[in-house]
């Protein structure tokens, strides 16, 4: 379906946001501010269902390649990371971080795996409270982005965005193809099961790991689970050429819809996985100041009218 080219002129950043789905919003909310300490910078509500929130947290404003959020549907059923989906979520940590985050998550009573290797780095393996797995992955790659600013989190172990996400494939051939003839992706390395692929500058950020080990048994969606990986462009301009290459191959690329946040354009992937092209503007700051994130209730312009009723049927999250 994916017809492979030698060149693409698609120029994606790497990655984007990642969302996933959440049960318990305050719950959510706790964990990743007070555990991991990203901020939160959007509180909004989900636009293809209002009467639940859209929570996003990130570095100070949420910049593309930090933003992990979340649709918490109180009472959802876990789910179960697996075979068709986002595995695991990864965030980038400074190399040598690793006793401080060891000793941060034993104090919350957040439950680790044993530190592993993976490639040239050290990856400790965590679950947020609907089972998500998390991964920070502390690595010497050079990455300048700054931590979002807490103050039990100090900046020189603090989270900088996003490192990768995994994908658990068995089959992964023809996301492959996608990423490498289609995306520009381009493989970077390969160590048992796991292979990298990266785009543009690369580094942390950039990456798309594929792991292809048959013992992770198919997952199911629910709770703790990725409902979508989206990828960077800078601007609407790079969003219309990707949207022409991937139709011309082949994708059912949706229409481009305004997030209010970033404009957006969503397919799935060969192997299930639903895939979004985000633009980095106009970003978080569009409809409250820098300094007040998250603390508003963003509603997109044709939601505004019915802001009273919105806000009294959400649950309070302080
Ligand atoms: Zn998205």
């Given at each position: 379906?994916?017809?492979?080219?030698?060149?693409?002129?698609?120029?994606?950043?790497?990655?984007?946001?990642?969302?996933?789905?959440?049960?318990?919003?305050?719950?959510?909310?706790?964990?990743?501010?007070?555990?991991?300490?990203?901020?939160?910078?959007?509180?909004?509500?989900?636009?293809d269902d209002p009467g639940t929130y859209h929570?996003?947290?990130?570095?100070?404003?949420?910049?593309?390649?930090?933003?992990?959020?979340?649709?918490?549907?109180?009472?959802?059923?876990?789910?179960?990371?697996?075979?068709?989906?986002?595995?695991?979520?990864?965030?980038?940590?400074?190399?040598?971080?690793?006793?401080?985050?060891?000793?941060?998550?034993?104090?919350?009573?957040?439950?680790?795996?044993?530190?592993?290797?993976?490639?040239?780095?050290?990856?400790?393996?965590?679950?947020?409270?609907?089972?998500?797995?998390?991964?920070?992955?502390?690595?010497?790659?050079?990455?300048?982005?700054?931590?979002a600013p807490y103050a039990d989190v100090p900046?020189?172990?603090?989270?900088?965005?996003?490192?990768?996400?995994?994908?658990?494939?068995?089959?992964?051939?023809?996301?492959?193809?996608?990423?490498?003839?289609?995306?520009?992706?381009?493989?970077?390395?390969?160590?048992?099961?796991?292979?990298?692929?990266?785009?543009?500058?690369?580094?942390?950020?950039?990456?798309?790991?594929?792991?292809?080990?048959?013992?992770?048994?198919?997952?199911?969606?629910?709770?703790?689970?990725?409902?979508?990986?989206?990828?960077?462009?800078?601007?609407?301009?790079?969003?219309?050429?990707?949207?022409?290459?991937?139709?011309?191959?082949?994708?059912?690329?949706?229409?481009?819809?305004?997030?209010?946040?970033?404009?957006?354009?969503?397919?799935?992937?060969?192997n299930g996985v639903l895939f979004e092209i985000?633009?980095?503007?106009?970003?978080?700051?569009?409809?409250?100041?820098?300094?007040?994130?998250?603390?508003?209730?963003?509603?997109?312009?044709?939601?505004?009218?019915?802001?009273?009723?919105?806000?009294?049927?959400?649950?309070?999250?302080?």
């Open positions: 379906m994916f017809t492979p080219t030698t060149s693409s002129p698609m120029t994606l950043g790497g990655l984007h946001h990642i969302t996933a789905m959440a049960s318990d919003p305050k719950r959510n909310l706790d964990f990743y501010t007070k555990a991991l300490g990203l901020r939160f910078v959007k509180k909004s509500v989900n636009q929570l996003y947290y990130g570095d100070n404003v949420g910049s593309p390649g930090s933003a992990l959020t979340f649709f918490p549907w109180p009472g959802l059923r876990r789910g179960r990371a697996g075979q068709g989906q986002a595995y695991a979520t990864a965030f980038s940590v400074p190399a040598g971080s690793q006793a401080f985050w060891v000793g941060r998550l034993k104090t919350l009573n957040v439950a680790t795996s044993p530190i592993e290797t993976r490639f040239a780095d050290q990856v400790l393996s965590l679950a947020d409270p609907d089972g998500m797995k998390l991964e920070l992955v502390f690595t010497a790659e050079p990455d300048a982005r700054t931590p900046a020189t172990h603090g989270i900088r965005g996003f490192h990768s996400t995994t994908l658990a494939f068995a089959q992964p051939a023809a996301t492959v193809a996608l990423l490498t003839g289609v995306m520009g992706y381009r493989a970077v390395s390969t160590v048992g099961h796991r292979t990298r692929y990266t785009v543009a500058s690369g580094g942390p950020g950039s990456y798309v790991d594929i792991l292809t080990d048959p013992s992770i048994p198919r997952g199911l969606n629910g709770a703790g689970t990725v409902h979508h990986i989206a990828f960077r462009v800078a601007d609407d301009a790079a969003q219309l050429v990707a949207h022409r290459i991937l139709t011309a191959h082949g994708a059912h690329v949706s229409p481009i819809i305004d997030r209010a946040y970033f404009h957006s354009i969503y397919y799935r992937e060969p985000a633009t980095d503007q106009p970003g978080f700051a569009i409809d409250e100041p820098v300094e007040s994130l998250g603390t508003r209730l963003g509603l997109p312009p044709r939601l505004e009218p019915h802001r009273a009723e919105i806000e009294a049927a959400l649950p309070k999250l302080d």
